[in-house]
């Protein structure tokens, strides 16, 4: 089993900057993959950044350049900094984990999530 807590959300101006946090406990040995995933209003989980084990990353084409995806293996964290936010990066923001041996970003992968945080961004 592995615990997600998510935290680092709020309400920011178009243009600005936030930076989420996503601590785990428990099995983590087992993450291989953490991502982050959003939910918008009216609209499916969609994928935004992982990051396995290994290091390496990938991005939705929709934040790539925008967000970056980090973790602390000292401190079983994984962060998203957040900058240039737009409108349409309003959604809540949800913490994956995934024991898959190959990078996944299909959110049927994850077999832990946390609560979500609410990112909401003013024009």
């Known amino acids: 089993q592995v615990q997600l807590v998510e935290s680092g959300g709020g309400l920011v101006q178009a243009g600005g900057s936030l930076r989420l946090s996503c601590a785990a406990s428990?099995?983590?040995?087992?993450?291989?993959?953490m991502a982050w995933f959003r939910q918008g209003p009216g609209k499916e989980r969609e994928f935004v950044a992982v990051?396995?084990?290994?290091?390496?990353?990938y991005y939705a084409d929709a934040v790539k350049g925008r967000f970056t995806i980090s973790r602390d293996n000292t401190k079983d964290t994984v962060y998203l900094q957040m900058n240039s936010l737009k409108p349409e990066d309003t959604a809540v923001y949800y913490c994956?984990?995934?024991?898959?041996?190959?990078?996944?970003?299909?959110?049927?992968?994850?077999?832990?999530w946390g609560q979500g945080t609410q990112v909401t961004v003013s024009s």
């Open positions: 994956g984990a995934s024991s898959q041996y190959y990078l996944s970003t299909q959110s049927s992968d994850y077999n832990y």
């Open positions: 428990g099995r983590t040995d087992t993450a291989y993959n």
């Open positions: 990051i396995r084990w290994s290091g390496n990353l």
